[in-house]
């Protein structure tokens, strides 16, 4: 990890964090996970009833491949499979908190438009 960033390679450090982001539903999932919860995936699609089993998929699938999210096959019959963030991912919870104050701040001042 560079010591000192650019101007450019802070811009595209963040966004490329930012990617790892994108999609309608990571974040929602993120904050059901985060503070250590271990969920099945039957746990998730209840706690998020508006996303589609294949969205739902298709997310945690790119989220455990980024490495935020990571998923624990109990091999028993029937199946259970959970779903937890990896230490990396629950890492992301001060940085996406500080984010959250931030836009707070925005909404509680009055507009201020610069000149």
């Not at 999932?29 to 985060?34: A, K, V």
């Amino acid at each position: 990890m560079p010591d000192q960033y650019t101007r450019e390679t802070a811009a595209e450090g963040v966004e490329n964090a930012l990617k790892l982001l994108e999609g309608r539903w990571k974040l929602v999932i993120l904050f059901h996970l985060f503070g250590g919860h271990i969920l099945r995936f039957s746990e998730l699609e209840r706690a998020i009833p508006a996303v589609s089993q294949k969205m739902l998929i298709q997310q945690l699938r790119q989220m455990e491949k980024d490495g935020i999210v990571r998923r624990i096959v109990h091999h028993q019959v029937p199946p259970k499979v959970e779903y937890g963030l990896t230490d990396w991912g629950q890492a992301l919870c001060p940085a996406l908190d500080a984010l959250l104050t931030w836009a707070a701040q925005r909404e509680a001042a009055p507009a201020r438009r610069q000149p």
